[in-house]
Each structure stands twice: as C-alpha cells, then as structure tokens.
Nanobody
Framework: QVQLVESGGGLVQPGGSLRLSCAAS????????MAWYRQPPGKERELVAT???????NYADSVKGRFTISRDSAKNAVYLQMNSLKPEDTAVYYC???????????????WGQGTQVTVSS
C-alpha cells in the first residue's frame, strides 16, 4: 500500500546540478528512514545517501561534499540535491523507504520506480 514516486532525473552536463524528489503515498504507516540508491549501467546497485526519521544523514564517499539528502516529514518526501555532477554519476537512481505499519515492529523496504540521471557533454 506504500508507494514511492521519484522525479527530477534527466540529462545534465558535467558540473551541472539536478534535484531528485521522492514522495511516499499511503496511510497508516511510519517511515523509519529513507535513502537514495543508484545503479550505473552494467553495475550493481549502490547506496548513495540515507536519512533517518530523526534527520541523521550518511553519504557514500563518492558523493560527499557534492550531494545533499533532505526530507520533508509532513509530505513523506525525500530529496537529493546533486551538484558538481560527473559522468560517473550516470545511473538509474532509486528511492527507498524503510517503513512499518503504525504500532507494528516489522519494517518493510519499498522501492521507487527509478529515475534516469545522465551526465554527459
């Protein structure tokens, strides 16, 4: 019943910026953490950044100083501001939410559909 929808991907030149958005829809759930993953062509999916319900953030070393993850709890949304983009950032970016039904202990992981980010001149 929880659905994640991503937006904001596209084509950008090296050094440019993009902002990805992800919103969770549904009711009766509580989000523990949200994250952004990416999967470059021909490679495995990798963790990019995470943010907890309390606002704590973590980043992959490859994006530290360039990417910023943020959230809007009222909207059940998470964002990824990507600056100084490099060709190696090219990937399908996926939003992930770790969530539970209200007053339940079991956590689920739900993935968005993915949005393509291409960094090329």
């Amino acid at each position: 019943q929880v659905q994640l929808v991503e937006s904001g991907g596209g084509l950008v030149q090296p050094g440019g910026s993009l902002r990805l958005s992800c919103a969770a829809s549904g009711s009766g759930f509580s989000i523990n953490a949200m994250a952004w993953y990416r999967q470059p062509p021909g490679k495995e999916r990798e963790l990019v950044a995470t943010i907890t319900s309390g606002g704590s953030t973590n980043y992959a070393d490859s994006v530290k100083g360039r990417f910023t993850i943020s959230r809007d709890s009222a909207k059940n949304a998470v964002y990824l501001q990507m600056n100084s983009l490099k060709p190696e950032d090219t990937a399908v970016y996926y939003c992930n939410a770790r969530w539970s039904w209200y007053r339940d202990r079991y956590f689920y992981d739900t993935w968005g559909q993915g949005t393509q980010v291409t960094v090329s001149s």
